[in-house]
T-cell receptor
Framework: EAGVAQSPRYKIIEKRQSVAFWCNPISGHATLYWYQQILGQGPKLLIQFQNNGVVDDSQLPKDRFSAERLKGVDSTLKIQPAKLEDSAVYLC????????????FGPGTRLTVT | GQQLNQSPQSMFIQEGEDVSMNCTSSSIFNTWLWYKQDPGEGPVLLIALYKAGELTSNGRLTAQFGITRKDSFLNISASIPSDVGIYFCAGPEYGNKLVFGAGTILRVKS
């Protein structure tokens, strides 16, 4: 069974530029999550989707971050415009259903904002 | 939100030694999860615990769900070099939104 796929793996941009990350979850997983992991910390949830609907985006900085999962499968996370403090690893995870605690993570995208 | 405190922050041990780490919370959790993260990779689920007092093993790893439901422990027996990484505990804050600890960094001297 293929795992969670993410791209790109690395991205370097200047502040005020835009960036987008892509995630393809495990086949059949209805629930998809985006996390931000700052160096030295655990992952922090940004947004959670169930199929193509948002379940929780309470910690998403909506003035600059947006995410979508239009067809209920893959998802994109966008930052526009980026700030220095957005430098982090962005992890995508999926689980088989909304009430499943076991989440499976992709390899992440390491973003550096200069 | 809830916070999970992990200790120790880091460990540097000799290959073959046993390792113990723990995670505590100010609130009760109904589920505890332990993840391992290798450099440049996403966290990988090691063990999930669902019941207070539960003891679950996965190879050389053993995890326990504390009786108070406010803590959990992870033990690794006979450590090997590939055990190197960051170990995170996690629990559902509400719904199935997970909150993670800051991690325990494990280094192994061979």
């Amino acid at each position: 069974e293929a795992g969670v796929a993410q791209s790109p793996r690395y991205k370097i941009i200047e502040k005020r530029q835009s960036v987008a990350f892509w995630c393809n979850p495990i086949s059949g997983h209805a629930t998809l999550y985006w996390y931000q992991q700052i160096l030295g910390q655990g992952p922090k949830l940004l947004i959670q989707f169930q199929n193509n609907g948002v379940v929780d985006d309470s910690q998403l900085p909506k003035d600059r971050f947006s995410a979508e999962r239009l067809k209920g499968v893959d998802s994109t996370l966008k930052i526009q415009p980026a700030k220095l403090e957005d430098s982090a690893v962005y992890l995508c995870a999926s689980s088989s259903r909304l009430d499943a605690y076991e989440q499976y993570f992709g390899p992440g995208t390491r973003l550096t904002v200069t | 939100g809830q916070q999970l405190n992990q200790s120790p922050q880091s460990m540097f041990i000799q290959e073959g030694e046993d390792v113990s780490m723990n995670c505590t919370s100010s609130s009760i959790f109904n589920t505890w999860l332990w993840y391992k993260q290798d450099p440049g990779e996403g966290p990988v689920l090691l063990i999930a615990l669902y019941k207070a007092g539960e003891l679950t093993s996965n190879g050389r790893l053993t995890a326990q769900f504390g009786i108070t439901r406010k803590d959990s422990f992870l033990n690794i027996s006979a450590s090997i070099p590939s055990d190197v990484g960051i170990y995170f505990c996690a629990g559902p804050e509400y719904g199935n939104k997970l909150v993670f600890g800051a991690g325990t960094i494990l280094r192994v001297k061979s």
